[in-house]
């Protein structure tokens, strides 16, 4: 296990061709907790989630996600999960196979039962061997919980969360919330307010241009 | 987590599994393989009119044979990153594994292509083209061998440079050719050798310097590729 974590922002900034998207962003959260992440379109957010993630390089500021644990790993692939409308499955392969590449990627071994496991609980199994390129968007909206759940991550970053999902989808999602809540970190990022039901700690992205 | 893990296996397995999603992505969907091979046969059919009853020199034809490898490779080997930037899985890759693992792993699925690529291209030009005749053979599976591991170096790292371009299609042979050039100077000089029978030996300086164009390129290309990948 990863023990207690802890997710720090100081002074984050990014700019786009010399336009502030956002700027002395700071944020602190630990395991069990919540932080949201907020703002109008355009404001950011997304950007933030990915640096979040490490796909993005801030433009200033620093980001750490540190744990009391000594043997805690350095490289944040194998640490965070992330769930977004702009993250895309690899649609000529199955939700098996996508699970499968995604741990591989990640340099973790596949446990095929603890995949079935997962699949079953985002209601996916039955159609587990089919291209993803055929389900609809809801389904592969709840693909990529499973994908982002796989290596169990203590760090669970949900952009629009509940975007696409049916009332069974929504279900899905809370309980994942709530779990992830019990031993690790999530960020939620919505203007939705009635997409998350608790929150620690808040970025609200308009009051940071 | 998933159990202790030590840095090198953990890339390694990035590093295969990487190469395996493209190689059955290609087994699957035929996309690079298809235009290759398309291009391989369009090519070496237009040369065949051209040339018609008339022969060509050995140092025409050992430079038509790598006109024919070259524009393949630089039609086909982009695939790998142009793919993930219009399916929009960069971010996808970006986000599960390393920038060392994608470019390792890209590398090697390129390698594969651009070897089977030029043994299909080799094989039909020679069965094709009246007057190819290679006579020291040893130095043509060196050179084929070298050239498509240069090839696939240089390939590969322009690719994820030209991905996020609006225009893929036509800036890659053009960005392409000034960097291949070394490659292809000597991949044609070794061939024109090779077909006029000389010594092993003789194609020494071609060898050594298609080695260090690739070690130059695969070193220098993994040491930048971080910076081309993630912003």
Redesign the interface.
């Known amino acids: 296990m990863n023990g207690r974590v802890r997710l720090v922002g100081e002074g984050l900034r990014k700019e786009y061709d010399r336009r502030t998207v956002f700027r002395g962003v700071e944020f602190s959260v630990s395991s069990g907790e919540t932080l949201l992440i907020t703002g109008r379109n355009g404001s950011g957010k997304s950007t933030l989630v990915k640096i979040i993630c490490g796909v993005l390089t801030p433009g200033g500021g620093t980001l750490s996600l540190t744990s009391d644990q000594d043997d805690f790993p350095r490289d944040e692939r194998g640490l965070i999960g992330l769930v977004s409308p702009y993250l895309q499955m690899f649609e000529e392969f199955s939700a098996v196979e996508n699970l499968s590449i995604a741990m591989g990627m990640r340099g973790l071994r596949f446990d095929p039962r603890a995949a079935d496991a997962l699949l079953e609980r985002v209601a996916i199994f039955p159609r587990r061997h089919d291209p993803v390129r055929t389900y609809s968007s809801g389904m592969k909206q709840r693909v990529k919980y499973a994908f982002a759940l796989i290596h169990t991550p203590p760090v669970l970053v949900l952009d629009e969360p509940m975007s696409n999902l049916d009332g069974e989808g929504v279900a899905i999602v809370r309980t994942v919330m709530a779990e992830q809540r019990g031993h690790g970190i999530l960020v939620v990022a919505t203007n939705d307010l009635s997409d998350i039901d608790a929150h620690e700690r808040r970025v609200d992205l308009n009051e940071r241009r | ?5 030590t840095p090198l ?3 390694l ?2 590093v ?3 190469f ?2 493209d190689w ?2 290609e087994l ?2 035929r996309y690079a393989v298809s235009a290759l091979l398309m291009f391989v046969v369009t090519t070496i059919s237009i040369i065949l009119f051209s040339l018609g009853s008339e022969g060509a020199s050995p140092d025409a034809l050992s430079g038509m044979l790598w006109v024919v490898v070259f524009f393949a490779a630089m039609s086909g080997l982009s695939r790998t990153f142009v793919m993930e930037e219009e ?3 960069t ?8 920038p060392g ?1 994608v470019f390792f792993g890209k590398l090697l699925f390129n390698l594969v292509l651009v070897t089977g690529l030029n043994a299909v291209t080799v094989l039909l030009y020679a069965a094709f083209i009246n007057g190819f005749v290679i006579r020291t053979m040893s130095i043509f599976v060196v050179t084929v061998i070298l050239g498509s591991m240069g090839f696939a170096a240089a390939a590969t790292v322009i690719a994820a440079i030209i991905a996020r371009a609006n225009t893929k299609g036509t800036l890659y042979p053009v960005l392409s050719f000034p960097i291949v050039l070394p490659l292809l100077l000597s991949v044609i000089e070794a061939t024109r050798k090779a077909s006029e029978g000389a010594f092993f030996g003789e194609a020494a300086g071609e060898f050594q310097l298609l080695i260090s164009y690739t070690v130059v390129v695969v070193v220098a290309s993994s040491m930048l590729f971080e910076y081309i990948w ?2």
Request: charged share 25%; proline share 3%.
């Open positions: 987590m998933n159990g202790a893990r296996r953990s890339f397995r990035s295969g599994s990487v395996f999603k059955r992505s699957r969907t399916r929009g899985t971010l996808t890759l970006q986000l599960l594994a390393p693992a993630k912003d």
